[in-house]
């Protein structure tokens, strides 16, 4: 199960779908919901959830369209470990069809969330730049190491 926070307007989940959800949340849902453990239910009647409200579930139950108005969370033990082993600069996805775009010291350069195209196209600007940068350095050492051999000559 992942937990994921509603980025929508509401959500509404199925009837056989297993959540795991706070014991406020479900207080409220009770007669939508039929208790399979001690925080994980079984919906028997669609059930809503509003913006903010965050919910674990199984990815395999999502469909696209309750994908579109979900923004994933990861616990911050997986998110920092996979932060630090993420490659930059690159896109990453911000849902909704959105991407933010970072440089290669893990800045976002982006204002607000733009369409995988625009990120793309930002980032092959960013790799190119850094590749121009990185040759200009390749031919100042070469300049130094040529300049140090002179002297030994």
Do not use: C, W
């Not at 307007?9 to 001690?38: D, M, Y």
């Not at 108005?69 to 959105?98: F, M, V």
């Amino acid at each position: 199960m992942q937990t994921y926070e509603v980025t929508g307007k509401h959500i509404t989940i199925g009837i056989g779908t297993e959540i795991r959800l706070s014991e406020s949340q479900a207080e409220g849902r009770n007669f939508s919901l039929k208790n399979k453990k001690k925080d994980v239910f079984e919906v028997v009647e669609p059930v809503q959830f509003k913006r903010g409200e965050k919910i674990t579930i199984s990815p395999k139950n999502l469909t696209k369209s309750l994908l579109e108005n979900l923004k994933e969370i990861s616990d911050k033990k997986t998110e920092s470990k996979n932060e630090a082993n993420a490659d930059y600069p690159r896109i990453q996805h911000a849902g909704s069809g959105k991407y933010n775009v970072y440089d290669k010291n893990k800045n976002l350069i982006t204002s607000k969330s733009v369409k995988k195209h625009e990120a793309e196209k930002l980032l092959s600007e960013i790799l190119a730049q850094d590749q121009t940068d990185d040759d200009s350095d390749d031919d100042e050492n070469d300049e130094e190491s040529d300049s140090g051999n002179l002297g030994n000559v």
